[in-house]
């Protein structure tokens, strides 16, 4: 067991641990619409940017937990981290289904996520995912 659980993490290899351990728990909030998570996890200024529109914080947080935005399957696969001092980027491939106001967007993404350290705490800030062709 860990003798210090609360240590913020402090080398590189930790840092891209916690960042990947963030990843997983924030997709696994996303699909169950886990609002707490959800909120805990993104920065107040976070910003999503995907195929139909951008999103910050409050409107994505309100599209998961309302269903207007609802995840039928996804699979991150090729998840790479790399840290610069307080910044960390994470890269994924998607493969994913998603229903978003009824319509349903299914395919492959490249995804790029911007976390943050502020105040001792790593944050997802921002999120683009792109369409990959077929």
């Known amino acids: 067991m860990d003798p210090t659980p609360h240590r913020a993490p402090q080398t590189t290899i930790e840092i891209e641990q916690h960042v990947r351990q963030l ?18 996890i993104m920065a107040d200024d976070f910003f999503f ?12 947080i309100s599209d998961v937990t309302s269903g207007n935005l609802k995840i039928e399957h996804i699979a991150r696969e090729q998840v790479s981290v790399r840290v610069f001092g307080t910044t960390a980027v994470l890269t994924a491939r998607d493969s994913a289904t998603w229903l978003y106001n009824g319509r349903e967007l299914a395919g492959q993404y490249k995804i790029m996520s911007i976390f ?12 683009q995912a792109c369409p990959m062709q077929p």
């Open 49 to 60: 940017t995907y195929p139909l529109e951008g999103d910050d914080k409050v409107q994505f």
């Open 116 to 127: 943050t350290e502020r105040n001792g705490k790593w944050q997802l800030c921002a999120i």
């Open 23 to 40: 990843n997983d728990d924030w997709v696994k909030a996303m699909v169950r619409g886990d609002a707490p998570t959800l909120d805990r």
